[in-house]
């Protein structure tokens, strides 16, 4: 017999076990990937599931603190993990004070300690002012700065001017942070605005007129342009039609640092849903044609589109009712439901899984910088979400774990009205389906679940999803319920600035 040193296997945490290929998670890092691996103190059966990295919804609003009661971080990312993102970006408006200093850094971080259920970044703002906040907040940690091209609807936070974006832009260019910018052109949607208000035209289809798509393109160029100018890293948030992605793609061509994202409800929400969904669907830039949805789907297809984020916009339902769309809130809630409405709806157009998460993990991760995200290999945080593909879903009230319950998949209260268009909704393609047996989402919900609240992340599918598990009912099965995210620790970090 010899006497060589034996190694006893490695049993990791946890091991995922799928058809073709396990994970292994050892401190809640991947240990490792591939097929046949050892065995695991927990393990998870999860052949047959879709197994992804977790989503990065690097565009969230959580309005903490300052407007806590509109979301806050505690029920905007219980959401998230209860939607299968794992790690987001906070926009640095419309909490008060907003993210544009040092102070305000420091109140959002004061405001997240002990209660972010998931790992989280902020965004700096670059608003009209002394640039060397900017110095500051890159020192910080923060993943770039935000401006807005338009009016913002927050007093706090004002708008940049061309001038203003240029000198931020070049500040951000030698800083190595990337702007990101909401491009709509004042200059065309403030006259509009205000022109149909003046006409008591202030109905949905009103407001959507106010916000052509032409008013995004002219925007889009001119961020564009800058960027050239400036070199910086430029950023175009939640675009809503084909055309602004292919000027962003085009200046890639010119050799433009240039990126776009797109968000759900531009993806399956048309003008004709904004309109039957009223107050609830009203957003900035709004909702456009279905032939504008086609053109955003191409532009992912094609390349041109990066990225998709939810612009988690939430407020009280008091600002998201009545008829005068130009005097309620526009931001949809939408943390909970990224994941579950691109795979539904990128699944039913063939897109394959592995590209739909490239889209709502990888590229984002790798666009600002956040080490060890949307990527399941060796090294990486255990990040992870299981999806069971198949049947119907709904997005349910009850099931929101939003502060305010309240998505353009329901109308307040849940109640289903045919006479409104709810049944249009039911057609492939749209956002809303039918919903999971209760038996059936408890099981849903034992595939991935985060530990540390018992709140469950993602179980989510082609036409099923378990947005979230009740408060409190932590999932128990014969598998057990095992938190497949890192993001367990109560104090969650703020990642460093990006490597560039
Ligand atoms: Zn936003």
Redesign the pocket.
């Known amino acids: 017999m010899g006497r060589r040193a034996a190694t006893l296997p490695e049993v990791h945490d946890l091991v995922i076990r799928g058809r073709l290929e396990d994970i292994a998670v050892t401190g809640g890092l991947i240990a490792a990937v591939g097929p046949g691996l050892g065995a695991g103190t927990e393990e998870i059966d999860a052949t047959g599931l879709l197994v992804l990295p977790g989503a990065v919804d690097a ?1 969230v ?1 959580l309005n903490d603190p300052g407007r806590a009661d509109w979301e806050g971080f505690t029920t905007g990312t219980r959401a998230l993990a209860a939607g299968g993102a794992t790690c987001a970006a906070d ?1 640095p408006l419309n909490s008060t004070p907003p993210t544009v200093d040092a102070d305000g850094f420091a109140a959002k971080v004061a405001a997240a300690r002990g209660r972010a259920h998931v790992d989280f970044a902020l965004w700096g703002g670059l608003v009209p002012g002394d640039l060397d906040r900017l110095d500051a907040l890159a020192a910080l940690g923060v993943i770039g700065f935000k401006a807005f091209m338009c009016e913002t609807g927050i007093d706090d936070f004002v708008r940049a001017t061309d001038d203003v974006l240029a000198a931020g832009m070049a500040r951000a260019a030698r800083l190595g942070l990337p702007v990101a910018v ?1 491009a709509e052109d004042q200059d065309v949607v403030g006259p509009l605005a205000a022109e149909a208000i003046a006409g008591g035209r202030t109905r949905m289809r009103d407001y959507l007129a106010s916000r052509p798509a032409r008013a995004e393109v002219a925007a889009v160029r001119r961020a564009l342009a800058i960027a050239g100018e400036t070199g910086c890293a430029l950023h175009v ?2 675009v809503s039609c084909g055309e602004s992605a292919r000027l962003v793609a085009e200046a890639r061509t010119r050799g433009v640092d240039a990126t776009c994202e797109v968000c759900p409800h531009h993806l399956v929400l048309d003008d004709d849903d904004a309109e039957a969904i009223g107050a609830l669907a009203k957003c900035g830039p709004p909702l456009r044609s279905a032939s504008e949805i086609e053109g955003l789907w191409a532009a992912l297809e094609a390349g041109e589109i990066g990225s998709i984020a939810s ?1 988690h ?1 939430p407020a009280p339902p008091g600002m998201k009712r009545g008829d005068d769309m130009f005097a309620v809130w526009g ?1 949809i809630a939408g943390a909970q439901t990224t994941l579950a409405l691109t795979l539904t709806h990128g699944l039913a157009r063939g897109i394959a899984a592995a590209r739909l998460a490239t889209w709502l993990a990888t590229s984002p991760a790798a666009r600002f910088g956040l080490a060890g995200k949307g990527r399941l290999e060796a090294g990486a945080d255990a990040d992870i979400v299981l999806v069971e593909t198949g049947g119907p879903w709904t997005i349910r009230p009850e099931d929101m774990e939003y502060r305010h319950r309240l998505t353009p998949g329901h109308r307040p209260g849940g109640a289903h009205d045919p006479a409104r268009g709810d049944d249009r909704s039911r057609r492939p393609g749209r956002g809303r389906a039918a919903g999971a047996s209760r038996a059936r989402r408890r099981r849903l919900t034992a595939g991935a679940c985060c530990r540390r609240r018992g709140q469950a992340p993602a179980g989510a599918g082609r036409r099923r999803i378990t947005p979230g598990a009740r408060r409190g009912t932590r999932s128990r099965s014969s598998r057990g319920a095992r938190c497949t995210c890192r993001s367990r620790r109560r104090t969650c970090r703020v990642p460093p600035a990006p490597r560039r």
Do not use: N, Q, T
């Open positions: 565009h609003h926009m909401h948030v939640h612009d916009s931001g």
